[in-house]
């Protein structure tokens, strides 16, 4: 009966979100009923030269990442780990969001094999949290600081709201995790979550010693910036490869955007992705190119995902229990 109750949570928690997933698909073809041909024909003139690009500017944002990861590892948790071995978990991490949709996300297993490593299993998931929070926070900054050199006409006033509020809530987020007298102000949000507030109060003391690492902070903030400059330079160039270009400054103000909704409950931000990249991008390139564009991502990410299987196919020392880790 004990393990009942977290296998039916984690069970409901699978069904909302491919509910999720699957009804925001189903509306978006709905809404681009009498645009399949066009989107058809856009995937069929794709131009495999720029798509091979995006590709590897897209791999190249992987490899930044990574060496991120490896460096927040490494401070936190006093461990060498390989870069090579931050590559590999960061792509084996694809693998398990994109092909093993269930509770065991691709932090988790990154988080549990840095466990087995250090024998330090909060400070594993803490790494991990990290730098997961440094790559969005940067995102969302980087789109904060254009919108404050861009006139206000030439931005979509939907876009510029979106920004202030995804900017404030990161801003929120950072006070947060790094001021304990502003977290304290939230403390009364513990009586909801009593059986597991001790674990939260340790995970919260062990995020806050990150804030003491300024070196860390500071390098990890410039490889987010390039990582994330490559990223947002690869969907750009997808746009080229089916024969429209999106501007620049448009690509940096909406991506964090994008990148924001996708992280809601869903399948690995299936649905919400592609909803948003037509949503945000449609007015700018017309819907059917911009689906066109969400599916090209789509396929680069599946490419990923392949690669990270193949990795923990041919590694055994990145193999997991499926059963220990969602435990």
């Not at 109750?5 to 069904?15: A, D, E, G, N, R």
């Not at 060498?80 to 932090?107: Q, V």
């Not at 330079?233 to 999106?246: F, N």
Request: hydrophobic share 55%.
């Amino acid at each position: 009966m004990l393990n009942y109750l977290p296998m039916q949570k984690k069970i409901v928690s699978l069904l909302l979100r491919t509910f999720v997933s699957v009804s925001l698909i189903v509306i978006l073809l709905y809404i681009m009923k009498g645009k399949y041909g066009q989107i058809l024909r856009a995937l069929k003139g794709t131009h495999i030269g720029f798509f091979a690009l995006a590709l590897i500017v897209f791999s190249c944002a992987i490899s930044l990442g990574s060496y991120r990861l490896k460096l927040i590892i490494e401070a936190g948790e006093n461990i060498r780990i390989k870069f090579l071995e931050a590559l590999s978990l960061t792509y084996i991490g694809y693998f398990f969001n994109n092909f093993l949709p269930t509770s065991i996300g691709g932090d988790v297993v990154k988080a549990y094999y840095l466990a087995k490593k250090s024998s330090d299993k909060m400070g594993s998931y803490t790494s991990v949290f990290i730098d997961r929070v440094i790559g969005l926070v940067t995102m969302i900054f980087m789109a904060a600081v254009a919108l404050l050199f861009v006139p206000g006409k030439i931005v979509d006033e939907r876009v510029r709201r979106m920004i202030y509020v995804i900017t404030a809530i990161a801003v929120m987020g950072i006070l947060f995790l790094m001021n304990k007298n502003f977290a304290r102000k939230f403390s009364a949000l513990l009586y909801f979550v009593r059986p597991v507030e001790e674990k939260l109060k340790n995970a919260y003391n062990a995020i806050h010693v990150y804030k003491h690492h300024t070196k860390l902070l500071v390098q990890s903030l410039a490889i987010s910036v390039v990582s994330q400059l490559c990223f947002f330079a690869s969907i750009g160039i997808l746009a080229l490869s089916i024969g429209v270009g999106i501007p620049a400054l448009e690509i940096l103000l909406r991506m964090p955007i994008i990148s924001a909704m996708s992280m809601l409950p869903s399948i690995n931000g299936l649905g919400l992705r592609e909803g948003s990249t037509v949503l945000l991008f449609g007015p700018l390139i017309g819907r059917e190119n911009a689906f066109a564009v969400s599916i090209l991502w789509l396929f680069i990410l599946f490419i990923m995902s392949v690669l990270g299987g193949l990795i923990y196919g041919l590694s055994p020392q990145f193999k997991v229990k499926l059963k220990e880790v969602s435990g």
